[in-house]
């Protein structure tokens, strides 16, 4: 059963930096791509960024983060991180992580954690 627990989230002002965890269980985590994804209110769910499998580290970002944000894997401890650095307002949203379907383009589960709640605030 495949089971993604995000963690790290927080409230921080403009600018600040937080980094996001996704412990990931009941598949084999090494031999998937993964991604962060972001759902702010009122908005559509949204690919932060995704990693390939394996330990070569390629990833890809949207527009909107590229250059503050870092996507890495520590495949010995089956998680997922997401490094933010100068976070903006519009940054705020609930985090989520998933497995990543490059095929498909898309989210490789049904199945979603309970995310992690950045709010980006003076």
């Known amino acids: 059963q495949v089971q993604l627990v995000e963690s790290g989230g927080d409230l921080v002002q403009p600018g600040g930096s937080l980094r996001l965890s996704c412990a990931a269980s009941g598949f084999t985590f090494s031999s998937y791509a993964m991604s962060w994804y972001r759902h702010a209110p009122g908005k559509e769910r949204e690919l932060v960024a995704a990693?390939?499998?394996?330990?070569?580290?390629?990833?890809n970002y949207a527009d909107s983060v590229k250059g503050r944000f870092t996507i890495s894997r520590d495949n010995a401890k089956n998680t997922l991180y997401l490094q933010m650095n100068g976070l903006k307002p519009e940054d705020t949203a609930v985090y989520y992580c998933n497995a990543y379907d490059f095929y498909n383009d898309g989210p490789a589960f049904r199945s979603w954690g309970r995310g992690t709640q950045v709010t980006v605030s003076s």
């Open positions: 990693i390939i499998s394996g330990s070569g580290g390629n990833a």
